[in-house]
Structures are given as structure tokens and as C-alpha cells.
């Protein structure tokens, strides 16, 4: 009766369908931009998408505009994190030269990319503001400041 119990537990499938799996599988989530979705920023967003999967390292990006700044999370294939350090380098470097008026905050955390996997998620949902984006953007930033 007690394992049964567990089993039914350990089964429940509460909370986003796509931050769940988004660990173990490539999901390409679609970039996204909080507020004013001019094509200015679309383009923007979808150009920083296509340069940062354009390294062979990597195998899952996520991009996320606020305000002032635009969180690119991203996934590092197994045989390549030892290379870390020269990846996220080589990619600041290739978005600074590219996009200089922007601000980037650029992580290869797995909890930064579920974060920004959920948040985008969350945006799809009508009731879901921009002012709470932003909130849980910034939120997401201040967690990766804390983690450096």
C-alpha cells in the first residue's frame, strides 16, 4: 500500500510540460521579447538566437529581451564542458562585436536555461503580464549575478 502510494506520488505531473524535459532533450524555445514586440526586437531576438546556435558546443539556446537586457541561457554539449569558460568568452565576444548597444547576461547554468524555459512558458498565458515578466526576469538575472 505504501509503494503504491509513492509510485502515484512520485507520478504526478504538476508544472510546465516543456521545463520538465527541457534538461535531458533539445527543446528550442522560441526566443522571446517582454513588452513592446516591435519586429525591431523580434529580428533582434531571432538574430541572437541564430549567432549563439551557430556554435558547434552547444545544443539548446534560450533568449529572453526585457527592458534593458537580453538573458541568452544555453546548454553545452557533454564532451565540451571542459571548455566552458572559452565558449562563454568566444560568445560575449561575438555579441559584443555584434550587438554593441546591448546588454547581455549570458549563462550556461541548467537552473538560469530552466528559468528562462519556464518564463517563456509562462508568457504564452494571456493572464500573464508583462510587468510580472519583467519581475521574473530581473529575478533570473540577480540569480545569476549571485552564482558568479
Avoid: W
Avoid at 558547434?56 to 526585457?66: F, N, P, R, T
Wanted: hydrophobic fraction near 35%.
Amino acid at each position: 500500500m505504501m509503494m503504491s502510494a509513492v509510485l502515484v506520488g512520485g507520478c504526478n505531473n504538476d508544472g510546465p510540460k516543456e521545463s520538465g524535459i527541457s534538461l535531458i532533450k533539445t527543446t528550442n524555445p522560441t526566443p522571446v521579447a517582454i513588452g513592446k514586440n516591435t519586429k525591431k526586437e523580434l529580428d533582434l531576438i531571432q538574430s541572437v538566437e541564430k549567432d549563439i546556435e551557430g556554435f558547434k558546443e552547444l545544443y539548446d539556446v534560450a533568449v529572453v529581451k526585457g527592458k534593458e537586457d537580453i538573458l541568452v541561457a544555453y546548454k553545452v554539449k557533454h564532451m565540451q564542458r571542459f571548455h566552458m569558460k572559452k565558449i562563454e568568452k568566444k560568445m560575449n565576444k561575438l555579441l559584443e562585436e555584434k550587438y554593441p548597444d546591448e546588454n547581455f547576461i549570458v549563462s550556461s547554468d541548467y537552473k538560469i536555461f530552466l528559468e528562462a524555459v519556464e518564463l517563456e512558458e509562462n508568457m504564452k498565458d494571456s493572464n500573464y503580464s508583462g510587468k510580472e515578466a519583467e519581475k521574473k526576469l530581473q529575478e533570473i538575472i540577480e540569480m545569476k549575478k549571485e552564482l558568479t
